[in-house]
């Protein structure tokens, strides 16, 4: 619709549709929401583009007639200006990138991301294989100028001595690109990427070594060390006592309230759960005892564990066992916990999965173990917590040997 364009007039203008004025292909947009945008209509090699230059009144009619102009002009010349702007655009961003270091950018990365991992072991993780082994290679670097060279330049010297490391050192750096490729700060391949890249370069880090496990203590030499542990007599012997009790992750426990406590049962909320899911422990006599006990300890404390109001640190169970020297991590009660399951009882696999809240494998067997096996696992906690004391009882049976 054809209109005069006067500040008046297109003030006045509530019904949405496209106007013209008397300026060779400038139109006001009137959207449905009453917003007005100015718009420039043309044609280049065929097609029908439409150039934005913002919003009436902000872009008054006389500052948009002569965005027009100088578009036809353009035009005249054989540039298409929405091209034009494009590419002052990307300019701008590689600009722009340049500016940015890998550190920055890494860095700002993993406070993004750190609210997803429910160990705050994790970031100290990240951290530490960056600061260590990319930032040293890459750090100073724009985003832009990272390529296949440097990545080998960081993992070649530690992919077959630090297997483990170097593999995820790479998914991580990978990751962290692909991030500001999304952000449009750098553009092309990914140098970090492993199949069909990578993997054409290094070896598969399963045929170089195996992956290491956490080193666990045998079943058998468990008795005497709990015994160790109440002799100790301190929050942190408490807290690792409960968890090998409850084959539970550090997390887990450190991370513990009293309110997620009651009765005998302890409620543990997906936000601290490994697999994102909450999960229910039926708590023994003994570790009832300890929550007791280190109640006592901090009485207006809000957490299961705790020092002058302040949870344990993540270093709080690990510092004990390098002071026991026994040479095993605090994860690898876990193991213990299984080994002695399968060796020494009847109990069911099922419930030991479900014990240890280890996802089930695929999902038609999920679908067929919707339960959590409460009961099942109240028994066999039992046993646990009695064997772990050195009072084996009658329901528990020694496997023959094959």
Not at 56 to 74: G, L, V
Not at 215 to 226: M, N
Not at 247 to 264: F, H, K, P, Q, Y
Request: contains cysteine; hydrophobic residues 40%.
């Amino acid at each position: 619709m054809k209109v005069n364009f006067s500040y008046q007039g297109l003030s006045n203008l509530n019904t949405a549709g496209r106007y013209v004025g008397s300026e060779k292909g400038l139109h006001l947009l009137v959207k449905q929401n009453g917003k007005k945008n100015w718009i420039m209509r043309y044609t280049y090699g065929a097609k029908r583009h439409d150039l934005a230059f913002g919003a009436f009144p902000e872009i008054s009619i006389a500052e948009a007639k002569k965005k027009a102009q100088e578009a036809r002009h353009k035009l005249n010349q054989g540039i298409n200006p929405i091209e034009e702007r494009r590419q002052r655009k990307q300019a701008l961003i590689k600009k722009t990138s340049k500016s940015i270091t890998f550190k920055e950018f890494a860095l700002s990365y993993v406070e993004r991301r750190q609210h997803e991992w429910t160990n705050t072991k994790h970031k100290e993780q990240w951290i530490y294989t960056l600061k260590n082994f990319a930032f040293p290679v890459i750090g100073e670097m724009s985003l832009d100028e990272i390529d296949t060279d440097q990545v080998r330049k960081i993992l070649e010297p530690i992919w077959v001595i630090k297997t483990e490391t170097a593999s995820r050192l790479r998914s991580r750096i990978e990751l962290i690109l692909s991030a500001a490729t999304t952000l449009k700060l750098r553009s092309g391949q990914n140098p970090a990427i492993w199949r069909g890249h990578l993997d054409t370069l290094l070896s598969p880090p399963n045929k170089l070594k195996n992956v290491e496990h956490h080193k666990a203590l045998p079943y058998k030499a468990l008795t005497s060390f709990i015994a160790q542990l109440r002799e100790m007599d301190n929050v942190g012997a408490l807290a690792l006592e409960f968890l090998i009790l409850n084959a539970s992750r550090t997390g887990e426990v450190i991370g513990g309230l009293r309110t997620e406590v009651e009765d005998d049962l302890w409620i543990i909320p997906a936000k601290r759960m490994k697999a994102k899911k909450e999960h229910r422990v039926p708590l023994c006599p003994r570790s009832l005892e300890i929550l007791s006990i280190a109640k006592a300890m901090d009485e207006d404390s809000i957490y299961l564990f705790s020092r002058n109001g302040k949870k344990l640190s993540n270093m709080a169970m690990p510092m004990m066992l390098r002071r026991l020297k026994i040479g095993v991590t605090v994860h690898g009660f876990r193991s213990t916990f299984r080994d002695w399951v399968s060796e020494e009882t009847d109990h069911s696999p099922e419930a030991a999965e479900k014990a240890l809240a280890h996802t089930i494998g695929s999902k038609v067997e999920a679908a067929y173990r919707r339960g959590d096996l409460f009961e099942r696992r109240r028994k066999l906690l039992l046993d646990w917590e009695a064997f772990c004391s050195g009072d084996l009882n009658s329901n528990v049976i020694a496997l023959k040997a094959a």
